[in-house]
């Protein structure tokens, strides 16, 4: 994500993975069935994000945006700001959330397992060649009831994100509620805090 994450969208840890092999779509692990599986059947929907953003130096400003966001699995998981102050205009407009959602890395990720922490299954990714996206590298938080818990990346242009993010069950669908981040741009590092809102489910 070139904001929040890149979905967004959050410098990231340079992994040595060394001989670990990608998994696949159809060899994901047992983290990702646990926490997801009750989003099999759900293949689309929309909502509405509120961001709070706050600069972290002078002239600490503190400003919202307001975006719309999409999902269609396997496809797309993205928001599009509509609204923003003028200041804030060099500020990309869409935002990529495909790293919070494990259905979304098979088409944009090599993803490996690389450790357990406190209950939490942490995996690299990186993006796939013909993606050319511009993260570099990044980490993510699994946790088998709660779904994505924290991720940690890194940009080609030097920015660097750190969020948290709060799902829980929206109409029997493991779905965000809320991301907090530190978003740290070259010369402009800001905090961020989003509500995700009015989902529009099938």
């Not at 696949?24 to 646990?34: G, K, L, M």
């Not at 919202?64 to 804030?88: C, D, N, Q």
């Not at 259905?103 to 922490?117: D, F, L």
């Not at 699994?142 to 660097?160: I, K, M, Q, R």
Request: proline letters at 6%; one cysteine or more.
């Amino acid at each position: 994500m070139n904001m929040l994450i890149s979905a967004a969208a959050a410098g990231a840890l340079v992994l040595s993975i060394g001989i670990a092999a990608p998994t696949r779509a159809n060899d994901a692990p047992a983290v990702i069935a646990s926490a997801y599986g009750c989003n099999e059947a759900l293949q689309s929907y929309t909502f509405k994000m509120d961001v709070a953003m706050a600069m972290r130096h002078f002239p600490w400003f503190h400003f919202h945006l307001k975006g719309e966001g999409i999902y269609e699995r396997g496809i797309r998981y993205e928001v599009h700001f509509t609204s923003m102050p003028g200041f804030a205009s060099r500020m990309p407009r869409d935002i990529d959330l495909s790293m919070i959602d494990p259905s979304m890395w098979p088409k944009r990720y090599r993803y490996y397992e690389i450790a357990q922490r406190e209950g939490d299954t942490i995996f690299a990714l990186q993006s796939l060649p013909a993606e050319a996206q511009s993260l570099k590298a990044a980490t993510i938080a699994l946790n088998p009831t709660f779904g994505a818990h924290w991720v940690d990346a890194e940009y080609s242009d030097g920015t660097h994100i750190h969020m948290n993010v709060s799902s829980n069950l929206i109409e029997g669908f493991l779905l965000p509620e809320a991301l907090t981040a530190s978003v740290d741009y070259p010369h402009m590092p800001l905090s961020a805090n989003a509500d995700f809102m009015q989902y529009q489910l099938p």
